[in-house]
């Protein structure tokens, strides 16, 4: 069973440890990343949405059965968990859009739901016809009688005739087109003698949460001490001992442990590379509790003890370019996945060697449905010949390659969610000069050779490469399967079939179909 969220997921778990590096928790991040079109203040944006949920989970260290000593102290409990999530700034704009949960100290049950569709149709029809009937009939009689005593004769004829003929032609046509999105963030949180309380920074970037117990004693009300020791008000005292002088244990949670879940959405417009990374950081606190003088229970006196070194978590960089491929489908517009390399097209547009020495500008590129990413993978080296590289013009992408340049390379990313829909690999290209082109393609570690030698408009083929990435008619002989679930990726590489550099390969469109 395929869950398609997890086709957008960046997911690690991560210990918690204490100062001496023992193992106190844990904590799992996940990441969902969605491309997002920002049409705001009459704009059309090209962003990301990321949306971010951790778990923090640190067990208690209860000990469930009586003992028959009276306690006298309860030591190193849960006392308060803070939690910061801090984005990389270097993309061009950053801002927070929801976080969970907000501010809370009993109970909260909080749901957004956000709906939006539109829809346009139209129809045309037309009925041409013609019809032709005719009728014809016709009747006659005749008597023949002699009065007296012999009979009377008769005779009657009637006849008729029916023809029709008729045509009729009728066309209808029509479009359609619906759009509905439906997100829903719903959260239920029930707790008990905590609370959680949380804030970001003036940026509106960074999210930080603080949960601490608040029953029986509030351990961020009361925090302050001479050299730690807290002497809470006599009224929280109070409840913190029975009325027959016994010290009572700290909140349940606090005795069982803790496990918390926040969340957080940012919009990001990345930058040139389309990358983010974020940073967790993970401090708690344990109290104790005890009487200030065990002969004499009459004062109870507590304290806060924090981790010297929180624990911090470094995401690795965030592909917001990959991570947010939609999947080929096998219906709709998604089923087909078709990039045309046109200017206007390209995230980041790709740029040949205009110094020596200076390595050419790597390309990106998307296609309109959001389900087919090549991206320029080439290792240049620092001695690039000018000129050498991809370069983009009004209908194709330019492949040049020089003597220090013979081998340029693409990689085409794509995501599948189906075991059984075979796939096709489409290229229109060509040569330009009297020199052919190999073509490497590796699909997910298999690898098919192919040579180009027809320029435009020439080759009985159109110019166009057809290769099977999966076939499962089992009697043919291109049965195969080079895909997997989830994300494929397809690396070409292009060199000259020889030692003349002076040709170059065009590359008008690739597409991934279904069929």
């Not at 603080?210 to 929280?236: A, H, K, M, T």
């Amino acid at each position: 069973m395929l869950d398609t969220k997890d086709l957008y997921t960046y997911q690690i778990l991560k210990p918690i440890n204490d100062d001496t590096g023992v193992r106190i928790g844990t904590t799992i991040i996940a990441y969902e990343i969605r491309r997002y079109i920002d049409v705001r203040n009459l704009k059309n944006t090209f962003a990301y949405q990321i949306f971010c949920t951790q778990r923090i989970i640190i067990p208690g260290a209860y000990t469930p059965g009586s003992t028959d000593s009276i306690a006298t102290e309860y030591t190193n409990y849960s006392a308060i968990v803070s939690n910061t999530i801090t984005p990389d700034l270097s993309t061009k704009q950053l801002w927070i859009v929801d976080y969970s949960p907000r501010t809370i100290n009993a109970s909260i049950n909080q749901t957004l739901s956000d709906d939006s569709s539109s829809g346009t149709g139209a129809s045309w029809q037309q009925t041409i016809g013609s019809s032709t009937a005719e009728s014809n009939t016709f009747g006659a009689s005749a008597s023949l009688g002699i009065w007296g005593t012999d009979p009377n004769a008769s005779v009657s004829v009637n006849a008729s005739q029916t023809s029709s003929t008729g045509t009729n032609n009728s066309t209808t046509s029509g479009t359609q087109s619906n759009i509905g999105s439906v997100s829903s963030i719903g959260d239920s949180f029930s707790i008990k003698e905590w609370a959680a309380y949380a804030f970001t920074d003036t940026a509106d970037s960074q999210i930080t949460w603080v949960w601490g117990q608040e029953y029986p004693w509030d351990v961020l009300q009361y925090r302050d001490g001479n050299e730690g020791n807290i002497v809470p008000p006599s009224f929280v005292q109070d409840i913190m001992q029975s009325p027959d002088g016994q010290l009572l244990p700290p909140s349940l949670l606090s005795q069982f442990g803790v496990d918390f879940t926040m969340k957080a959405a940012w919009i990001v417009e990345p930058t040139a590379g389309g990358h983010a990374r974020f940073q967790h950081e993970i401090n708690y606190y344990t109290g104790s509790h005890q009487w200030q003088d065990p002969s004499n229970p009459s004062t109870i006196s507590c304290s806060l003890n924090s981790l010297s070194t929180p624990n911090t978590i470094n995401t690795t960089k965030l592909d917001l370019y990959t991570y947010g491929l939609d999947p080929i489908t096998n219906e709709g517009i998604t089923q087909t996945a078709i990039v045309g390399f046109i200017p206007q097209q390209f995230s980041i547009e790709p740029s040949t060697v205009t110094t020596a020495g200076k390595a050419p500008g790597k390309f990106k590129i998307l296609s309109l449905t959001n389900n087919l990413l090549i991206e320029d993978s080439t290792a240049y080296s620092s001695s690039v010949d000018v000129g050498a590289g991809f370069s983009p013009s009004e209908t194709a992408l330019t492949a040049t390659f020089s003597k220090n340049c013979t081998s340029l390379s693409m990689n085409v990313s794509f995501k599948v969610i189906s075991m059984s829909n075979n796939f096709r690999l489409y290229l229109k290209h060509w040569i330009v000069g009297a020199q052919s082109v190999n073509i490497s393609i590796a699909i997910n570690g298999n690898t098919v050779e192919k040579l180009v030698d027809d320029l435009e408009g020439e080759g009985g083929e159109d110019n166009l490469l057809n290769l099977y990435l999966r076939n499962l008619d089992f009697g043919s002989v291109n049965y195969q399967d080079f895909l997997q679930l989830g994300l494929n990726q397809l690396t070409i590489t292009l060199t000259p079939n020889g030692t003349d550099y002076t040709s170059t390969y065009q590359l008008r469109a690739l597409s991934i179909e279904t069929g």
